[in-house]
Protein backbone atom coordinates (compact mmCIF):
# COMPACT_ATOMS: atom_id res chain seq x y z
CA UNK A 1 0.00 0.00 0.00
CA UNK A 2 2.52 2.42 1.05
CA UNK A 3 5.19 1.50 -2.51
CA UNK A 4 1.37 2.55 -4.05
CA UNK A 5 1.01 5.58 -2.61
CA UNK A 6 4.75 6.81 -3.34
CA UNK A 7 4.42 5.56 -6.76
CA UNK A 8 0.98 7.88 -6.77
CA UNK A 9 2.62 10.44 -6.21
CA UNK A 10 5.93 10.17 -7.46
CA UNK A 11 4.00 9.68 -11.30
CA UNK A 12 2.46 13.21 -9.85
CA UNK A 13 5.33 14.88 -8.79
CA UNK A 14 6.57 14.26 -12.21
CA UNK A 15 4.20 13.99 -14.59
CA UNK A 16 5.29 15.69 -18.25
CA UNK A 17 8.72 14.51 -17.48
CA UNK A 18 8.10 11.79 -19.60
CA UNK A 19 8.49 11.17 -23.28
CA UNK A 20 5.01 10.80 -24.47
CA UNK A 21 3.77 12.71 -21.53
CA UNK A 22 0.54 14.94 -22.50
CA UNK A 23 -0.12 17.63 -19.67
CA UNK A 24 -3.11 19.32 -20.65
CA UNK A 25 -2.70 22.51 -19.88
CA UNK A 26 -5.32 25.02 -18.05
CA UNK A 27 -6.04 27.19 -20.16
CA UNK A 28 -8.93 30.12 -19.49
CA UNK A 29 -10.18 33.32 -20.87
CA UNK A 30 -7.35 36.14 -22.38
CA UNK A 31 -8.80 38.73 -19.92
CA UNK A 32 -8.64 36.25 -16.73
CA UNK A 33 -4.63 35.45 -17.88
CA UNK A 34 -4.22 38.96 -18.12
CA UNK A 35 -4.90 39.43 -14.52
CA UNK A 36 -1.54 36.44 -14.02
CA UNK A 37 0.86 38.98 -16.14
CA UNK A 38 -1.16 41.88 -14.24
CA UNK A 39 0.25 41.06 -11.02
CA UNK A 40 3.81 41.73 -11.75
CA UNK A 41 2.80 44.72 -14.57
CA UNK A 42 -0.04 46.73 -12.44
CA UNK A 43 1.83 45.96 -9.49
CA UNK A 44 4.74 48.49 -10.24
CA UNK A 45 1.86 51.50 -9.59
CA UNK A 46 3.11 50.52 -6.08
CA UNK A 47 6.09 52.29 -6.91
CA UNK A 48 6.37 53.70 -10.44
CA UNK A 49 4.86 57.43 -9.39
CA UNK A 50 8.13 57.49 -6.54
CA UNK A 51 10.84 56.47 -9.31
CA UNK A 52 9.43 58.60 -11.54
CA UNK A 53 9.27 61.48 -8.83
CA UNK A 54 13.03 60.96 -7.59
CA UNK A 55 14.44 60.90 -11.57
CA UNK A 56 12.57 63.75 -12.90
CA UNK A 57 10.91 66.11 -10.11
CA UNK A 58 8.74 68.01 -11.78
CA UNK A 59 9.24 66.85 -15.07
CA UNK A 60 7.62 63.24 -14.02
CA UNK A 61 4.50 63.57 -15.75
CA UNK A 62 6.18 64.39 -19.42
CA UNK A 63 8.97 61.90 -18.79
CA UNK A 64 5.49 59.38 -17.78
CA UNK A 65 3.84 60.60 -21.15
CA UNK A 66 7.31 59.49 -22.59
CA UNK A 67 7.17 56.07 -20.68
CA UNK A 68 3.77 55.50 -22.41
CA UNK A 69 4.29 57.01 -25.63
CA UNK A 70 7.03 54.05 -25.83
CA UNK A 71 5.00 51.27 -24.73
CA UNK A 72 2.35 51.80 -26.69
CA UNK A 73 3.99 52.63 -30.04
CA UNK A 74 7.18 50.93 -29.04
CA UNK A 75 6.52 47.97 -26.98
CA UNK A 76 3.14 47.16 -27.73
CA UNK A 77 3.65 46.60 -31.36
CA UNK A 78 7.14 45.10 -30.85
CA UNK A 79 4.87 42.54 -28.97
CA UNK A 80 1.72 41.56 -31.22
CA UNK A 81 4.35 40.63 -33.47
CA UNK A 82 6.50 38.33 -30.86
CA UNK A 83 2.87 37.13 -30.04
CA UNK A 84 1.86 35.78 -33.78
CA UNK A 85 5.35 34.84 -34.49
CA UNK A 86 5.94 32.68 -31.09
CA UNK A 87 2.00 31.63 -30.39
CA UNK A 88 3.44 28.87 -27.55
CA UNK A 89 4.50 31.22 -25.52
CA UNK A 90 8.53 31.19 -25.99
CA UNK A 91 8.91 34.50 -27.32
CA UNK A 92 11.39 36.68 -28.75
CA UNK A 93 13.71 33.72 -27.48
CA UNK A 94 12.21 30.99 -30.36
CA UNK A 95 12.42 33.91 -32.94
CA UNK A 96 16.04 34.52 -32.65
CA UNK A 97 16.70 30.58 -32.25
CA UNK A 98 15.06 30.13 -35.52
CA UNK A 99 17.22 33.17 -37.45
CA UNK A 100 20.56 31.91 -36.11
CA UNK A 101 20.37 28.19 -36.02
CA UNK A 102 22.89 25.70 -34.88
CA UNK A 103 25.63 26.63 -31.99
CA UNK A 104 25.14 30.58 -31.87
CA UNK A 105 21.65 30.82 -31.74
CA UNK A 106 21.75 28.09 -28.61
CA UNK A 107 24.38 30.13 -27.20
CA UNK A 108 22.57 33.45 -27.42
CA UNK A 109 18.99 31.57 -26.35
CA UNK A 110 20.72 30.27 -23.28
CA UNK A 111 22.10 33.94 -22.63
CA UNK A 112 18.81 35.01 -23.04
CA UNK A 113 17.20 32.70 -20.72
CA UNK A 114 20.23 33.66 -17.95
CA UNK A 115 18.52 37.30 -18.15
CA UNK A 116 15.19 35.80 -18.45
CA UNK A 117 16.08 33.60 -14.95
CA UNK A 118 17.53 37.41 -13.58
CA UNK A 119 14.43 39.32 -14.64
CA UNK A 120 11.77 36.41 -13.04
CA UNK A 121 13.69 34.83 -10.11
CA UNK A 122 14.05 38.64 -9.17
CA UNK A 123 10.63 39.81 -9.79
CA UNK A 124 9.53 36.79 -7.19
CA UNK A 125 12.40 37.84 -4.66
CA UNK A 126 11.97 41.57 -4.76
CA UNK A 127 8.02 41.40 -4.74
CA UNK A 128 8.06 39.35 -2.04
CA UNK A 129 10.32 41.13 -0.21
CA UNK A 130 9.14 44.60 -1.06
CA UNK A 131 5.61 42.41 0.30
CA UNK A 132 7.47 41.89 3.36
CA UNK A 133 8.57 45.99 3.95
CA UNK A 134 5.05 46.64 4.00
CA UNK A 135 4.08 43.73 6.23
CA UNK A 136 6.59 44.73 8.84
CA UNK A 137 6.48 48.26 8.38
CA UNK A 138 2.78 47.93 9.23
CA UNK A 139 1.54 49.77 12.53
CA UNK A 140 -0.18 47.14 13.69
CA UNK A 141 2.30 44.46 13.86
CA UNK A 142 4.30 43.68 16.03
CA UNK A 143 7.77 45.71 16.48
CA UNK A 144 9.78 42.38 16.76
CA UNK A 145 8.98 40.89 13.13
CA UNK A 146 11.16 43.72 11.66
CA UNK A 147 14.11 41.55 12.52
CA UNK A 148 12.62 38.53 10.52
CA UNK A 149 12.22 40.00 7.06
CA UNK A 150 13.95 37.12 5.42
CA UNK A 151 12.12 34.46 7.34
CA UNK A 152 8.73 36.55 6.03
CA UNK A 153 10.03 36.32 2.68
CA UNK A 154 10.65 32.55 2.93
CA UNK A 155 7.16 32.26 3.88
CA UNK A 156 5.77 34.39 1.10
CA UNK A 157 7.57 32.57 -1.40
CA UNK A 158 6.98 28.84 -0.06
CA UNK A 159 3.08 29.77 -0.24
CA UNK A 160 3.16 31.05 -3.73
CA UNK A 161 5.17 27.87 -4.56
CA UNK A 162 2.88 25.97 -3.05
CA UNK A 163 0.12 27.73 -4.88
CA UNK A 164 1.62 26.55 -8.05
CA UNK A 165 2.16 22.92 -7.00
CA UNK A 166 -1.57 22.79 -7.25
CA UNK A 167 -2.19 24.05 -10.74
CA UNK A 168 -2.58 27.35 -12.82
CA UNK A 169 -6.41 27.44 -12.56
CA UNK A 170 -5.72 28.23 -8.76
CA UNK A 171 -2.98 30.81 -9.68
CA UNK A 172 -5.09 32.70 -12.26
CA UNK A 173 -8.21 32.52 -10.20
CA UNK A 174 -6.89 34.01 -7.36
CA UNK A 175 -4.82 36.67 -9.95
CA UNK A 176 -8.30 37.83 -11.22
CA UNK A 177 -9.19 38.56 -7.85
CA UNK A 178 -6.74 40.42 -6.24
CA UNK A 179 -5.92 42.28 -9.39
CA UNK A 180 -9.46 43.52 -9.47
CA UNK A 181 -9.30 44.67 -5.71
CA UNK A 182 -5.57 46.60 -6.38
CA UNK A 183 -6.94 48.63 -9.26
CA UNK A 184 -10.49 49.28 -7.80
CA UNK A 185 -8.77 50.91 -4.65
CA UNK A 186 -6.38 53.09 -7.11
CA UNK A 187 -8.40 53.80 -9.25
CA UNK A 188 -10.92 55.41 -6.00
CA UNK A 189 -7.10 57.05 -4.90
CA UNK A 190 -6.82 58.87 -8.34
CA UNK A 191 -10.18 59.89 -8.57
CA UNK A 192 -10.00 61.55 -5.29
CA UNK A 193 -7.24 63.03 -6.25
CA UNK A 194 -8.05 64.45 -9.83
CA UNK A 195 -11.15 65.76 -7.77
CA UNK A 196 -8.84 67.26 -5.32
CA UNK A 197 -6.64 68.74 -7.82
CA UNK A 198 -9.83 70.05 -9.92
CA UNK A 199 -10.73 71.88 -6.74
CA UNK A 200 -7.54 73.67 -6.06
CA UNK A 201 -6.28 74.88 -9.83
CA UNK A 202 -3.89 76.95 -8.12
CA UNK A 203 -2.33 73.20 -7.99
CA UNK A 204 -1.56 72.99 -12.00
CA UNK A 205 -0.90 76.50 -12.22
CA UNK A 206 2.04 76.93 -9.15
CA UNK A 207 3.44 73.43 -10.89
CA UNK A 208 3.11 75.21 -14.36
CA UNK A 209 5.30 78.04 -13.22
CA UNK A 210 7.99 76.30 -11.32
CA UNK A 211 8.33 74.10 -14.85
CA UNK A 212 9.29 77.24 -16.56
CA UNK A 213 11.18 78.99 -14.14
CA UNK A 214 13.18 76.21 -14.12
CA UNK A 215 13.93 74.93 -17.09
CA UNK A 216 12.22 77.92 -19.07
CA UNK A 217 11.25 76.19 -22.69
CA UNK A 218 8.77 72.95 -23.62
CA UNK A 219 12.13 71.70 -25.82
CA UNK A 220 14.56 71.90 -22.52
CA UNK A 221 12.02 69.99 -20.73
CA UNK A 222 10.99 67.03 -23.47
CA UNK A 223 14.99 66.65 -24.20
CA UNK A 224 15.50 66.37 -20.28
CA UNK A 225 12.79 63.77 -20.20
CA UNK A 226 13.84 61.82 -22.92
CA UNK A 227 17.14 61.30 -20.96
CA UNK A 228 15.65 60.44 -17.88
CA UNK A 229 13.76 57.78 -19.76
CA UNK A 230 15.47 54.50 -19.18
CA UNK A 231 15.67 55.60 -15.22
CA UNK A 232 11.68 55.27 -15.60
CA UNK A 233 11.84 52.02 -17.65
CA UNK A 234 10.41 49.29 -15.42
CA UNK A 235 7.17 50.65 -16.70
CA UNK A 236 7.19 48.28 -19.53
CA UNK A 237 7.65 44.88 -16.94
CA UNK A 238 4.36 43.34 -18.00
CA UNK A 239 5.15 42.50 -21.86
CA UNK A 240 7.31 39.55 -21.58
CA UNK A 241 5.62 38.06 -19.27
CA UNK A 242 2.40 38.55 -21.34
CA UNK A 243 3.75 36.51 -24.23
CA UNK A 244 5.44 33.90 -22.01
CA UNK A 245 1.94 32.77 -20.95
CA UNK A 246 0.25 32.61 -24.05
CA UNK A 247 -0.24 28.64 -24.01
CA UNK A 248 -2.65 29.25 -20.64
CA UNK A 249 -4.88 31.81 -23.25
CA UNK A 250 -8.15 30.00 -24.68
CA UNK A 251 -8.42 30.54 -28.30
CA UNK A 252 -10.94 29.27 -30.91
CA UNK A 253 -12.33 25.74 -30.57
CA UNK A 254 -10.93 25.43 -34.89
CA UNK A 255 -7.26 26.52 -33.52
CA UNK A 256 -4.50 24.28 -34.61
CA UNK A 257 -1.04 23.32 -33.25
CA UNK A 258 0.58 25.03 -36.60
CA UNK A 259 -2.07 27.82 -37.02
CA UNK A 260 -3.49 29.09 -33.17
CA UNK A 261 -5.32 32.15 -34.94
CA UNK A 262 -8.08 32.39 -31.99
CA UNK A 263 -4.91 32.19 -29.57
CA UNK A 264 -2.62 34.78 -31.27
CA UNK A 265 -6.02 37.27 -31.54
CA UNK A 266 -6.97 36.61 -27.95
CA UNK A 267 -2.88 37.46 -26.66
CA UNK A 268 -3.08 40.74 -28.73
CA UNK A 269 -6.02 42.05 -26.86
CA UNK A 270 -4.13 40.70 -23.52
CA UNK A 271 -1.43 43.26 -24.58
CA UNK A 272 -3.34 45.84 -25.68
CA UNK A 273 -5.78 46.04 -22.99
CA UNK A 274 -2.85 45.85 -20.50
CA UNK A 275 -0.84 48.40 -22.17
CA UNK A 276 -3.78 50.79 -22.71
CA UNK A 277 -5.01 49.92 -18.44
CA UNK A 278 -1.28 50.85 -17.67
CA UNK A 279 -1.24 53.69 -19.37
CA UNK A 280 -3.66 55.67 -18.07
CA UNK A 281 -3.19 54.62 -14.24
CA UNK A 282 0.51 55.71 -14.73
CA UNK A 283 -0.20 58.95 -16.34
CA UNK A 284 -3.05 59.84 -13.54
CA UNK A 285 -1.11 58.63 -10.86
CA UNK A 286 2.07 60.43 -12.33
CA UNK A 287 -0.39 63.88 -12.30
CA UNK A 288 -1.75 63.28 -8.64
CA UNK A 289 1.38 62.49 -7.00
CA UNK A 290 3.46 65.54 -8.52
CA UNK A 291 0.82 68.03 -7.82
CA UNK A 292 -0.76 66.59 -4.13
CA UNK A 293 2.68 65.13 -2.79
CA UNK A 294 5.81 67.44 -1.23
CA UNK A 295 8.85 67.24 -2.75
CA UNK A 296 10.72 65.97 0.60
CA UNK A 297 8.55 63.22 0.88
CA UNK A 298 9.80 61.36 -1.81
CA UNK A 299 13.03 60.67 -0.47
CA UNK A 300 15.14 58.02 1.78
CA UNK A 301 12.81 57.53 5.07
CA UNK A 302 10.26 59.96 3.74
CA UNK A 303 6.41 59.22 4.15
CA UNK A 304 5.82 58.62 0.34
CA UNK A 305 8.92 56.55 -0.52
CA UNK A 306 8.24 53.85 -2.48
CA UNK A 307 4.29 53.95 -1.65
CA UNK A 308 3.34 57.29 -3.32
CA UNK A 309 -0.36 55.54 -3.96
CA UNK A 310 -0.40 54.45 -0.29
CA UNK A 311 0.23 57.88 1.17
CA UNK A 312 -2.13 59.42 -0.52
CA UNK A 313 -4.99 56.68 0.54
CA UNK A 314 -4.11 57.60 4.31
CA UNK A 315 -3.75 60.89 4.56
CA UNK A 316 -7.23 61.85 1.61
CA UNK A 317 -8.89 58.85 2.30
CA UNK A 318 -8.01 57.88 6.13
CA UNK A 319 -7.08 54.88 7.73
CA UNK A 320 -9.34 52.85 7.14
CA UNK A 321 -9.27 53.08 2.98
CA UNK A 322 -5.81 53.27 3.64
CA UNK A 323 -5.18 49.68 5.66
CA UNK A 324 -7.66 48.20 3.25
CA UNK A 325 -5.46 49.83 0.19
CA UNK A 326 -1.72 48.36 2.18
CA UNK A 327 -3.51 44.85 2.32
CA UNK A 328 -4.03 44.68 -1.54
CA UNK A 329 -0.97 46.60 -2.40
CA UNK A 330 0.98 43.30 -0.37
CA UNK A 331 -1.33 40.80 -1.66
CA UNK A 332 -0.20 42.22 -5.45
CA UNK A 333 3.75 42.59 -4.69
CA UNK A 334 3.14 39.42 -3.29
CA UNK A 335 1.54 37.41 -6.22
CA UNK A 336 3.73 39.46 -8.51
CA UNK A 337 5.63 36.21 -8.66
CA UNK A 338 3.22 34.52 -9.97
CA UNK A 339 3.42 35.92 -13.55
CA UNK A 340 7.07 35.29 -13.12
CA UNK A 341 7.15 31.86 -12.60
CA UNK A 342 4.13 31.29 -15.35
CA UNK A 343 6.98 32.86 -17.37
CA UNK A 344 9.92 30.51 -16.14
CA UNK A 345 7.90 27.27 -17.02
CA UNK A 346 6.44 28.31 -20.62
CA UNK A 347 10.10 29.23 -21.33
CA UNK A 348 12.94 26.86 -19.66
CA UNK A 349 10.71 23.16 -20.64
CA UNK A 350 10.86 24.59 -24.19
CA UNK A 351 14.75 24.78 -24.07
CA UNK A 352 16.78 23.54 -21.91
CA UNK A 353 15.32 19.46 -22.01
CA UNK A 354 15.23 19.79 -25.69
CA UNK A 355 19.18 20.69 -26.07
CA UNK A 356 19.79 17.84 -23.20
CA UNK A 357 20.83 20.80 -21.13
CA UNK A 358 18.80 19.93 -18.09
CA UNK A 359 17.72 16.17 -16.54
CA UNK A 360 14.42 14.49 -18.13
CA UNK A 361 12.52 16.30 -15.25
CA UNK A 362 12.87 19.36 -15.63
CA UNK A 363 10.54 18.21 -18.74
CA UNK A 364 7.84 18.54 -15.78
CA UNK A 365 5.86 21.45 -14.07
CA UNK A 366 6.23 20.73 -10.52
CA UNK A 367 9.67 19.17 -10.17
CA UNK A 368 10.52 23.17 -11.63
CA UNK A 369 8.16 24.92 -9.43
CA UNK A 370 10.63 23.13 -5.98
CA UNK A 371 13.65 24.35 -7.92
CA UNK A 372 12.50 27.76 -8.81
CA UNK A 373 11.49 28.18 -5.15
CA UNK A 374 14.67 26.90 -3.86
CA UNK A 375 17.00 29.25 -6.43
CA UNK A 376 14.54 32.37 -4.60
CA UNK A 377 15.32 31.56 -0.96
CA UNK A 378 18.90 31.74 -2.17
CA UNK A 379 18.82 34.46 -3.36
CA UNK A 380 16.37 36.36 -0.73
CA UNK A 381 19.10 34.96 1.67
CA UNK A 382 22.30 36.86 -0.36
CA UNK A 383 20.32 39.86 -0.87
CA UNK A 384 18.66 39.37 3.03
CA UNK A 385 15.26 40.34 1.57
CA UNK A 386 16.70 43.93 0.53
CA UNK A 387 14.38 45.30 -2.01
CA UNK A 388 16.86 48.22 -2.98
CA UNK A 389 20.01 45.95 -3.79
CA UNK A 390 17.95 43.67 -6.21
CA UNK A 391 16.12 46.65 -8.38
CA UNK A 392 18.95 46.99 -10.43
CA UNK A 393 19.35 43.16 -11.35
CA UNK A 394 15.28 43.09 -12.47
CA UNK A 395 15.75 46.31 -14.60
CA UNK A 396 18.68 44.91 -16.66
CA UNK A 397 16.66 41.75 -17.10
CA UNK A 398 13.50 43.35 -18.18
CA UNK A 399 15.21 45.68 -20.49
CA UNK A 400 17.07 43.03 -22.26
CA UNK A 401 14.57 40.99 -22.92
CA UNK A 402 12.61 43.84 -24.28
CA UNK A 403 15.48 44.73 -26.53
CA UNK A 404 15.54 41.21 -27.85
CA UNK A 405 12.35 41.15 -28.69
CA UNK A 406 12.37 44.26 -30.64
CA UNK A 407 15.33 43.21 -32.39
CA UNK A 408 13.67 39.48 -33.15
CA UNK A 409 10.43 41.98 -34.61
CA UNK A 410 12.68 44.35 -36.94
CA UNK A 411 14.28 41.46 -38.86
CA UNK A 412 10.91 39.89 -39.02
CA UNK A 413 9.57 43.13 -40.28
CA UNK A 414 12.42 43.66 -42.43
CA UNK A 415 12.33 40.15 -43.98
CA UNK A 416 8.54 40.89 -45.18
CA UNK A 417 7.23 43.58 -47.59
CA UNK A 418 6.26 45.74 -44.77
CA UNK A 419 6.06 49.23 -44.87
CA UNK A 420 6.88 49.60 -41.19
CA UNK A 421 10.94 48.89 -41.32
CA UNK A 422 12.23 51.73 -40.27
CA UNK A 423 9.45 52.45 -37.72
CA UNK A 424 11.09 48.94 -36.00
CA UNK A 425 14.56 50.15 -36.78
CA UNK A 426 14.07 53.47 -34.50
CA UNK A 427 12.09 51.21 -32.02
CA UNK A 428 14.96 49.02 -31.91
CA UNK A 429 17.63 51.89 -31.40
CA UNK A 430 15.52 53.48 -28.42
CA UNK A 431 15.08 49.87 -26.72
CA UNK A 432 19.04 49.14 -27.33
CA UNK A 433 19.88 52.60 -26.24
CA UNK A 434 17.62 52.25 -22.82
CA UNK A 435 19.21 48.77 -21.91
CA UNK A 436 22.53 50.44 -22.47
CA UNK A 437 21.78 53.34 -20.43
CA UNK A 438 20.65 51.51 -17.34
CA UNK A 439 23.91 48.97 -17.69
CA UNK A 440 25.99 51.90 -17.49
CA UNK A 441 24.32 53.38 -14.88
CA UNK A 442 24.02 50.65 -12.34
CA UNK A 443 26.40 47.66 -13.83
CA UNK A 444 25.52 45.34 -10.50
CA UNK A 445 22.70 44.22 -12.69
CA UNK A 446 24.98 42.90 -15.38
CA UNK A 447 26.80 41.34 -12.89
CA UNK A 448 24.28 39.36 -11.20
CA UNK A 449 22.94 38.87 -14.82
CA UNK A 450 26.00 37.60 -16.14
CA UNK A 451 26.31 35.26 -12.51
CA UNK A 452 22.30 33.37 -14.14
CA UNK A 453 23.94 32.84 -17.21
CA UNK A 454 27.32 31.48 -15.85
CA UNK A 455 25.57 28.84 -13.83
CA UNK A 456 23.00 28.26 -16.75
CA UNK A 457 25.90 27.57 -19.28
CA UNK A 458 27.75 25.24 -16.72
CA UNK A 459 24.30 23.25 -15.63
CA UNK A 460 23.87 22.84 -19.22
CA UNK A 461 27.33 21.42 -20.64
CA UNK A 462 27.49 19.10 -17.22
CA UNK A 463 23.73 18.13 -17.71
CA UNK A 464 24.49 17.18 -21.86
CA UNK A 465 27.46 15.75 -20.97
CA UNK A 466 25.34 13.08 -18.21
CA UNK A 467 22.99 12.74 -20.72
CA UNK A 468 25.29 11.61 -23.96
CA UNK A 469 24.22 8.38 -23.84
CA UNK A 470 20.59 8.75 -23.56
CA UNK A 471 18.49 7.48 -26.53
CA UNK A 472 17.40 10.76 -27.91
CA UNK A 473 15.18 9.50 -30.85
CA UNK A 474 11.15 8.68 -30.14
CA UNK A 475 10.23 6.79 -33.55
CA UNK A 476 12.32 5.61 -36.36
CA UNK A 477 10.46 5.05 -40.26
CA UNK A 478 12.26 3.29 -42.60
CA UNK A 479 10.79 3.51 -46.00
CA UNK A 480 9.69 0.52 -48.36
CA UNK A 481 13.14 0.34 -50.46
CA UNK A 482 15.48 0.24 -47.07
CA UNK A 483 12.53 -1.91 -45.55
CA UNK A 484 13.52 -4.96 -48.75
CA UNK A 485 16.92 -4.40 -48.22
CA UNK A 486 16.65 -5.80 -44.39
CA UNK A 487 14.23 -8.75 -45.52
CA UNK A 488 16.97 -9.62 -48.43
CA UNK A 489 19.70 -10.28 -45.92
CA UNK A 490 17.11 -12.22 -43.78
CA UNK A 491 16.72 -14.29 -46.50
CA UNK A 492 20.29 -15.20 -47.17
CA UNK A 493 21.12 -19.01 -45.07
CA UNK A 494 22.84 -17.30 -42.10
CA UNK A 495 19.71 -15.51 -41.22
CA UNK A 496 22.01 -12.50 -40.09
CA UNK A 497 21.30 -9.06 -40.52
CA UNK A 498 24.86 -7.14 -40.74
CA UNK A 499 24.85 -3.72 -40.84
CA UNK A 500 28.54 -1.82 -41.77
CA UNK A 501 29.08 1.82 -40.75
CA UNK A 502 29.67 4.05 -43.83
CA UNK A 503 31.21 7.74 -43.08
CA UNK A 504 29.32 10.45 -44.85
CA UNK A 505 31.77 11.29 -48.21
CA UNK A 506 33.67 8.14 -48.24
CA UNK A 507 32.43 6.75 -51.74
CA UNK A 508 34.47 3.97 -51.80
CA UNK A 509 31.99 1.13 -50.40
CA UNK A 510 34.00 -1.70 -52.16
CA UNK A 511 37.25 -1.08 -50.38
CA UNK A 512 35.10 -0.76 -47.08
CA UNK A 513 33.57 -4.34 -47.42
CA UNK A 514 36.68 -5.87 -47.96
CA UNK A 515 38.68 -4.27 -45.20
CA UNK A 516 35.47 -5.20 -43.06
CA UNK A 517 35.26 -8.80 -44.58
CA UNK A 518 39.25 -9.48 -43.68
CA UNK A 519 38.94 -8.20 -40.17
CA UNK A 520 36.07 -9.76 -39.04
CA UNK A 521 36.25 -13.31 -40.97
CA UNK A 522 32.92 -12.97 -42.41
CA UNK A 523 32.74 -14.87 -45.98
CA UNK A 524 30.82 -13.67 -49.08
CA UNK A 525 28.72 -16.45 -48.65
CA UNK A 526 28.15 -15.72 -45.00
CA UNK A 527 25.68 -12.79 -46.49
CA UNK A 528 25.85 -9.35 -47.62
CA UNK A 529 26.62 -6.11 -45.73
CA UNK A 530 23.63 -3.60 -45.85
CA UNK A 531 25.92 0.02 -45.54
CA UNK A 532 24.73 2.88 -42.97
CA UNK A 533 25.44 6.04 -43.35
CA UNK A 534 24.35 9.04 -41.11
CA UNK A 535 24.61 12.57 -42.24
CA UNK A 536 24.90 15.27 -39.40
CA UNK A 537 22.36 17.82 -39.58
CA UNK A 538 22.08 20.57 -36.32
CA UNK A 539 24.31 18.77 -33.64
CA UNK A 540 23.32 21.42 -31.52
CA UNK A 541 19.87 19.67 -31.28
CA UNK A 542 19.84 16.77 -28.62
CA UNK A 543 16.61 14.95 -29.34
CA UNK A 544 14.51 14.20 -32.02
CA UNK A 545 10.99 13.21 -32.81
CA UNK A 546 11.24 11.18 -35.91
CA UNK A 547 14.46 9.73 -37.98
CA UNK A 548 13.64 8.73 -41.75
CA UNK A 549 15.52 6.40 -42.98
CA UNK A 550 15.84 5.93 -46.25
CA UNK A 551 16.93 2.70 -48.97
CA UNK A 552 19.47 3.67 -51.97
CA UNK A 553 21.81 1.75 -54.26
CA UNK A 554 24.76 2.50 -55.82
CA UNK A 555 26.40 0.05 -57.82
CA UNK A 556 25.16 -3.20 -56.56
CA UNK A 557 25.57 -2.09 -53.06
CA UNK A 558 22.42 -1.58 -50.73
CA UNK A 559 22.85 1.73 -48.40
CA UNK A 560 20.79 2.75 -45.75
CA UNK A 561 20.71 7.03 -45.40
CA UNK A 562 19.71 8.98 -43.01
CA UNK A 563 20.36 12.57 -41.15
CA UNK A 564 20.62 13.04 -37.67
CA UNK A 565 22.25 15.48 -34.85
CA UNK A 566 23.97 12.75 -33.44
CA UNK A 567 25.56 9.78 -35.52
CA UNK A 568 25.94 7.04 -32.51
CA UNK A 569 22.44 7.69 -31.55
CA UNK A 570 20.98 7.46 -34.81
CA UNK A 571 22.45 3.90 -35.53
CA UNK A 572 21.81 2.72 -32.43
CA UNK A 573 17.71 3.11 -32.65
CA UNK A 574 18.00 2.49 -36.41
CA UNK A 575 19.46 -1.16 -35.02
CA UNK A 576 16.81 -1.38 -32.01
CA UNK A 577 13.91 -0.67 -34.72
CA UNK A 578 15.35 -3.61 -37.21
CA UNK A 579 15.19 -5.74 -33.79
CA UNK A 580 11.74 -4.80 -33.24
CA UNK A 581 10.23 -5.50 -36.98
CA UNK A 582 12.02 -8.54 -37.55
CA UNK A 583 12.58 -10.26 -34.16
CA UNK A 584 15.90 -10.72 -35.05
CA UNK A 585 19.12 -9.15 -33.33
CA UNK A 586 21.13 -7.00 -36.15
CA UNK A 587 24.67 -6.77 -35.91
CA UNK A 588 26.71 -3.54 -36.85
CA UNK A 589 30.44 -3.46 -37.69
CA UNK A 590 32.66 -0.25 -36.97
CA UNK A 591 36.01 0.78 -37.73
CA UNK A 592 38.29 2.57 -34.83
CA UNK A 593 38.39 6.13 -35.21
CA UNK A 594 41.82 8.31 -34.84
CA UNK A 595 41.84 10.92 -32.12
CA UNK A 596 42.62 10.84 -27.87
CA UNK A 597 39.63 9.53 -26.63
CA UNK A 598 38.80 12.87 -24.48
CA UNK A 599 39.14 15.19 -28.04
CA UNK A 600 36.37 12.37 -29.09
CA UNK A 601 34.02 12.56 -26.43
CA UNK A 602 34.24 16.41 -26.55
CA UNK A 603 33.44 16.02 -30.00
CA UNK A 604 30.23 13.97 -29.65
CA UNK A 605 28.80 15.80 -27.07
CA UNK A 606 29.49 19.14 -28.97
CA UNK A 607 29.32 18.20 -32.85
CA UNK A 608 27.65 14.85 -32.93
CA UNK A 609 30.37 12.32 -34.16
CA UNK A 610 33.43 10.83 -32.48
CA UNK A 611 34.19 7.52 -31.34
CA UNK A 612 30.97 6.08 -33.02
CA UNK A 613 31.44 2.37 -31.90
CA UNK A 614 31.70 3.03 -28.16
CA UNK A 615 28.92 5.28 -28.31
CA UNK A 616 26.71 3.03 -30.28
CA UNK A 617 27.51 0.46 -27.76
CA UNK A 618 26.96 2.63 -24.26
CA UNK A 619 23.64 4.19 -25.87
CA UNK A 620 22.46 0.38 -26.61
CA UNK A 621 23.80 -0.56 -23.30
CA UNK A 622 21.63 2.17 -21.71
CA UNK A 623 18.30 2.09 -23.87
CA UNK A 624 18.21 -1.92 -23.78
CA UNK A 625 19.30 -3.69 -20.24
CA UNK A 626 19.02 -7.33 -21.28
CA UNK A 627 22.20 -8.41 -22.81
CA UNK A 628 20.74 -11.09 -24.72
CA UNK A 629 18.29 -8.53 -26.95
CA UNK A 630 20.66 -5.88 -27.48
CA UNK A 631 22.36 -5.44 -31.38
CA UNK A 632 26.06 -6.42 -31.02
CA UNK A 633 28.70 -4.19 -32.11
CA UNK A 634 31.52 -5.34 -33.88
CA UNK A 635 35.01 -3.17 -33.83
CA UNK A 636 38.07 -3.46 -35.72
Known amino acids: MDLAKHSTFKDWFLEGSKAGDHQVQHQDAWWRVMCLTGVDYFSTLGYQPGIAYLAAGLLSPVATLILIVVTLFGALPTYCIVARESPNGQGSVAMLEKMLPGWTGKTLVLALLGFAATAFIITI ?7 TAHIVENPIMPESLRYHKVEVTFVLIALLGGLFLRGFQEAIGLSFFIVCAYLGLSSIILANGMMHIFQHPQLCADWSNHLFKEYRSPAVMLGLSLLMFPKLALGLSGFETGVAVMPLVKGDAD ?8 RIRNARKLLITAGVIMSVFLMVSSIVTTLLIPAPLYQEGGAANGRALAYLAHTNLGPAFGTAYDVSTILILWFAGASAIAGLLSLVPKYLPRYGMAPSWSAAVRPLVVFFTTVAFGVTAIFKAGVDDQASAYATGVLVLITSAAVAATISVCRSTSRWKLYFVGTTFVFIYTAFANMAERPEGVQIALFFIASILIASIVSRAIRATELRVEQVTIDDKALS ?9 MGEIRLLAHRQGMKDFRQNEIRSRL ?10 FIFLEVNLSDASEFSEELLCVSGHEENGYDILRCASAAVPNAIAAILLEIRDRTGITPHVYFGW ?10 KYIFLGDGETATLTREILRSAEPYEERRPIVHVG
Open 125 to 131: TLSAADA
Open 255 to 262: DTLENPKG
Open 485 to 493: FVDKAMKNH
Open 519 to 528: IHSIQKEEGD
Open 593 to 602: TEGHPIASTF
